[in-house]
């Protein structure tokens, strides 16, 4: 059964600085894995989507990467913002379409 | 609005109630996905329709939850004799692709906060 980590569940930083958030996998038989960020109160926003063929992808200030050998992921945030402060989940998608979610990380960019 | 909408937004009833919560997808969406997120947790799937069809309900918690999406667009998640531990915020999500491994991503509604008294 795939389960999902997301290391750290928390975490608060000044306001331009460069951080990582991690997430593992257990089962490396993965489809595409898919980095979301939610806001209280909202729904979930698709913020990258790496195919399982590809090491990573990247958007603006975003960059994610795919290791499937070692069942692992990294959401990389360059220049950090105050907007930027939100949970971050990482999800897998199985062979039917539903994705298996971590636990997610919640940010607090300080300004 | 182009987007998923869920309602209501928030829900609160007595344990034992029944309840029902829909979403509507965005039009011409083939995939319609539920979740369940508990508080400080990920989503959790719940079940999956393609169309009318319901092709994996696979993560309903108990008997006591049932979907439905007749005519293939909107749908309804029903949630009979409540309980708390039922409390939770409910995801809908639609994706334009039939099932499969998804090449696309899946858009997701503003979610229903369920609370059980």
């Known amino acids: 059964k795939q389960e999902v980590t997301q290391i750290p569940a928390a975490l608060s930083v000044p306001e331009g600085e460069n951080l990582v958030l991690n997430c593992s996998f257990t089962?490396?038989?993965?489809?595409?894995l898919q980095w979301f960020r939610q806001d209280p109160g909202k729904g979930l926003t698709s913020l990258l989507l790496i195919q399982s063929s590809q090491r990573e992808q990247t958007s603006g200030r975003l960059n994610a990467s795919l290791d499937k050998s070692s069942g692992r992921s990294t959401l990389y945030i360059a220049a950090s913002q105050p907007g930027d402060s939100a949970t971050y989940l990482c999800?897998?998608?199985?062979?039917?379409?539903?994705?298996?979610f971590g636990q997610g990380t919640t940010l607090q960019v300080k300004p | 609005g182009a987007g998923v909408s869920q309602s209501p937004r928030y829900k609160v009833a007595k344990r034992g109630q029944d309840v029902a919560l829909r979403c509507d997808p965005i039009s011409g969406h083939v995939s319609l996905f539920w979740y369940q997120q508990a508080l400080g947790q990920g989503p959790e799937f719940l079940t999956y329709f393609q169309n009318e069809a319901q092709l994996d309900k696979s993560g309903l918690p108990s008997d006591r939850f049932f979907a439905e999406r007749p005519e293939g667009s909107v749908s309804t998640l029903k949630i009979q004799r409540t309980q708390q531990e039922d409390s939770a915020v409910y995801l809908c999500a639609s994706s334009p692709l039939a099932g499969g491994p998804v090449l696309d991503t899946q858009y997701f509604g503003p979610g229903t906060r369920l609370t059980v008294l």
């Open positions: 089962d490396s038989a993965i489809y595409n």
């Open positions: 999800a897998i998608s199985s062979n039917t379409g539903k994705l298996i």
